[in-house]
């Protein structure tokens, strides 16, 4: 027999569990694409304390939907190295190219990320960052009902010693810095520079390039990374979203450790 009192209680105390242990974090990644997702697994596996706050129902962001609704996608083999770490088949299609089921992909890099300890906080939305002595400290956070119904609800906030920008084309996060604080980003002209038209090959070597500390605390991912330095999309190819993922990684890890 199942007593529903029971089955209410498990799911507000466990998620009120999770959600107060996240509340300060080594790192919040805003945003749970492909890079977010890639960044938060390696992170998490170093022991880091790791929380991912995506606005969607759906974790995955632009991946599930391969090329126009062709659920694949295409890595070159820099990017293919990342999906066989993570256990997720990549076929050769011609030299260097590869393809790999997007739901595959998606779902693996979740299962990887949570299974490494990140803990992913869906249906929440990052709506403002906390800034103490000229250095991002956390992220403001309301859930994403309450942002679509246009509630006046007040958020909530996490502490974070490091925040990843992960929240693709619309680059949100540095987006709010740059309104609210007028300050100098660490871009040629410090503001954000601004997306450019696709061009895979340029923007696929740029996204690395671009993965970097945008503002002190503050690293960009993926294809924010692009938006907030001024360079080209690229279409349906992940490799730079998985490797500017691993870099974020990398670079905070070597902050932290
Ligand atoms: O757009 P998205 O997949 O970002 P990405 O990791 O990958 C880009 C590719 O999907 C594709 C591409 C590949 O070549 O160009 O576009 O850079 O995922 C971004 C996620 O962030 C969420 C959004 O719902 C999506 O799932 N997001 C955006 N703004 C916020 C947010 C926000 N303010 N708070 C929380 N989540």
Same mark, same amino acid.
């Given at each position: 027999?199942?007593?529903?009192?029971?089955?209410?209680?498990?799911?507000?105390?466990?998620?009120?569990?999770?959600?107060?242990?996240?509340?300060?974090?080594?790192?919040?990644?805003?945003?749970?694409?492909?890079?977010?997702?890639?960044?938060?697994?390696?992170?998490?596996?170093?022991?880091?304390?790791?929380?991912?706050?995506?606005?969607?129902?759906?974790?995955?962001?632009?991946?599930?939907?391969?090329?126009?609704?062709?659920?694949?996608? /295409?890595?070159?083999?820099?990017?293919?190295?990342?999906?066989?770490?993570?256990?997720?088949?990549?076929?050769?299609?011609?030299?260097?190219?590869?393809?790999?089921?997007?739901?595959?992909?998606?779902?693996?890099?979740?299962?990887?990320?949570?299974?490494?300890?990140?803990?992913?906080?869906?249906? /929440?939305?990052?709506?403002?960052?906390?800034?103490?002595?000229?250095?991002?400290?956390?992220?403001?956070?309301?859930?994403?009902?309450?942002?679509?119904?246009?509630?006046?609800?007040?958020?909530?906030?996490?502490?974070?010693?490091?925040?990843?920008?992960?929240?693709?084309?619309?680059?949100?996060?540095?987006?709010?810095?740059?309104?609210?604080?007028?300050?100098?980003?660490?871009?040629?002209?410090?503001?954000?520079?601004?997306?450019?038209?696709?061009?895979?090959? /340029?923007?696929?070597?740029?996204?690395?390039?671009?993965?970097?500390?945008?503002?002190?605390?503050?690293?960009?991912?993926?294809?924010?990374?692009?938006?907030?330095?001024?360079?080209?999309?690229?279409?349906?190819?992940?490799?730079?979203?998985?490797?500017?993922?691993?870099?974020?990684?990398?670079?905070?890890?070597?902050?932290?450790?």
């Amino acid at each position: 027999m199942i007593n529903e009192k029971i089955v209410t209680k498990a799911i507000i105390e466990s998620y009120t569990k999770k959600l107060l242990s996240s509340l300060e974090l080594d790192v919040a990644v805003c945003g749970a694409g492909p890079s977010g997702l890639v960044a938060a697994h390696y992170l998490a596996k170093e022991g880091l304390k790791v929380g991912v706050f995506e606005r969607k129902l759906s974790i995955g962001g632009g991946m599930w939907g391969g090329g126009m609704m062709f659920n694949e996608i /295409v890595v070159q083999e820099e990017g293919k190295g990342i999906l066989d770490e993570l256990d997720i088949t990549a076929r050769p299609y011609t030299k260097g190219y590869y393809v790999a089921d997007a739901i595959e992909c998606v779902s693996g890099l979740c299962l990887k990320a949570v299974k490494a300890g990140a803990k992913i906080f869906n249906l /929440v939305s990052v709506e403002d960052l906390v800034v103490r002595q000229d250095k991002v400290a956390g992220i403001v956070i309301n859930w994403t009902a309450v942002e679509m119904a246009g509630l006046h609800v007040d958020p909530l906030t996490v502490f974070s010693t490091f925040v990843v920008d992960s929240t693709g084309h619309p680059v949100e996060v540095v987006r709010v810095l740059e309104r609210k604080m007028n300050v100098q980003l660490l871009t040629p002209s410090g503001k954000i520079e601004g997306e450019k038209s696709l061009w895979s090959n /340029v923007a696929e070597t740029k996204t690395l390039e671009n993965t970097a500390e945008v503002f002190p605390g503050l690293y960009v991912a993926g294809m924010s990374a692009n938006a907030t330095f001024g360079s080209y999309r690229m279409g349906p190819i992940f490799g730079g979203m998985l490797l500017s993922g691993k870099k974020v990684a990398d670079l905070i890890i070597q902050r932290i450790k």
